[in-house]
Each structure stands twice: as C-alpha cells, then as structure tokens.
C-alpha cells in the first residue's frame, strides 16, 4: 500500500512557468510534510516543510499547499528556472523522529 | 558542518561477498536512518535508531542486512552475503528533535553494485 503518491512521475516547464507538483497521504497520523529536491548522484536535500496547522507555506519561490481536509498537499515553484531541473519527492512522518514516507518523485525539466 | 558524511561512495562487489557501508551523522543529532533507493521502489526505510537505539528495522529485508550504531557518531549497515538484488543507492540520514521540527539531513549516498 502506498501510503503517499505523487504526480505527475514527470513534467517539463518552460522557464519562468509554474511548476506545481501533487501528493496525496492516506495515514492521517502523519504531522509533517516536508519536500526534498534531488540531483543526479546527490542525495535528497530539504527544500521546505509544513505541519497541518497552516494551509499554506513560502520561502523564495517555492510554495506548500496543504489542505487537511483532503489530505492532500502541493509544491509549487514559481519563476521556474534550468537550475530546477532536478527530481523532486514529497514525503510524510508521525510525530516524533520518525522515518519518512517518501512518494515516488517527480523528474522536472525547465526549458529555455 | 561538515554534513552527513558516507562512505565509500561507489562499491561494486561479487554475489556472496561481505559489503559494510558506513555513515557519520552530523555532530549533535540524535535520530538516525538507513534508506535505499532504486528505481522500482524509490525511497524506503531499512532502520532507523534514536540515541543509538535500534527503533524499527521491519524495512530491513532479510537476515543477510544488519546495522549497528556504537555510538552517536557512528552506524554501519552491513550486508552479508550481498545478492546483485541488492545493487541500490543507500542512503544515511539524521536529525535532531528541537521544538517539534524533524528535519532530516540526507548523505551523499553509496552506489552498490553486486554482479
């Protein structure tokens, strides 16, 4: 059972566009969401995170939406640049130092 | 800081061979985690300890994978007899409890290879 799932698997925006990534939890346990942008060889790196008590969450140019109600939350990243090209996951986890649920990731590509 | 240190980063080995990857969480954390990645599975939790304590390793799976933590510096995920099933990117997390927040900071990660 995949307890979080992502979409798209892949999207390609052009430069300066919005790029808005999807996920969707089933455990309505978890209490943290964070989002982890990765490049090829490196490993997943912390971009931004949000609990359920907000709906929404900025730093720079990138944007968390969450609705509670739905359990379901969103990435958005505006003025996108080639820079962004990476792959990105959403993830989900229990209160505490808890493991991470990671979803399945989705590649980016931001054309000129 | 340094980061979350791993090594090697790349190991290939042969079927039935001994493979130990080690990890150095970042100085102060007190939460640490074993993920691997592939391609049909994405990211998933081997183990996890908090205080150098095993909490959960039913993502461990079989009795060829180990890990061990003798102290707040220190892990080591063993696999013995590696099978080419188990070629993967694993990676090393950790993170520290401070007001509510869970940040987990990933490693670079080590490339294993089994022919």
């Known amino acids: 059972q995949q307890q979080v799932k992502q979409s798209p698997q892949s999207l390609i925006v052009q430069k300066g566009g919005i790029s808005i990534i999807n996920c969707a939890y089933e455990n ?37 939406s969450f609705n509670k109600s739905a359990k379901q939350f969103s990435l958005h990243i505006m003025d996108s640049q080639p820079g962004d090209s990476a ?23 931001v054309i000129a | 800081d340094a980061g979350v240190i791993q090594s090697p980063r790349h190991e290939v080995t ?17 939460s640490l985690f074993w993920y691997r990645q592939t391609m049909m599975r994405g990211l998933e939790l081997l183990i996890y300890f908090n205080n150098n304590v095993p909490i959960d ?17 220190f892990s080591t995920l063993k696999i013995q007899p590696s099978e080419p099933r188990d070629s993967a990117v694993y990676f090393c997390a950790s993170s520290f409890q401070s007001s509510g927040t869970y940040e987990q900071y990933f490693g670079p990660g080590t490339r294993l290879t089994v022919t």
Not at chain 1, 87 to 109: H, I
Not at chain 2, 57 to 73: C, L, V
């Open chain 1, 87 to 109: 792959t990105y996951f959403c993830a989900a986890s229990k209160p505490g130092n808890t493991p991470l649920v990671f979803g399945k990731g989705t590649r980016l590509s």
């Open chain 2, 14 to 30: 042969e079927m039935g061979q001994e493979v130990t990857l080690r990890c150095k969480p970042i100085s102060g954390h007190n």
């Open chain 2, 57 to 73: 390793d039913s993502g461990m799976p079989e009795d060829r994978f180990s890990a061990k933590m003798p102290n707040a510096s």
């Open chain 1, 28 to 64: 309505t346990a978890f209490d943290y969401f964070p989002w982890y942008q990765q490049f090829p060889g490196k490993g997943p790196a912390l971009l931004i995170a949000i609990r359920p008590d907000v709906s929404e969450k900025k730093e720079g140019r990138f944007t968390i």
